[in-house]
């Protein structure tokens, strides 16, 4: 069983859950976060976060559009931070426009 089938394992958990992980799971992604090599680096999804960003303030479908984005925003607390920032700045100012 290779690292992606198991994030994709934890990542449908959590569908059910439909709420904030629990501690386990987030102890075991962080265990997978040390691990994994195979994932798309911080530097692809940081190019791509302007972009992905936009995407989920405009249709919402981001998280379709570029699931290997997504996917790393769940894992990678840096980039998910910075993925948080920029859609706060982007909600505000699309508030604004309207
Ligand atoms: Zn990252």
Known sequence: MNIRA???KIKSSFNH??????ETVLGFLR???SVREEDVP???V???IDEYVERQVDKKDAAQLMPLVREHLDMCSECCEEYEALLDVLEKTSREEK
């Open 31 to 33: 265990v997978l976060e």
């Open 6 to 8: 198991i994030i994709q």
């Open 46 to 48: 940081y190019a791509k």
């Open 17 to 22: 859950q439909e709420g904030l992980p629990n």
């Open 42 to 44: 911080c530097d692809e």
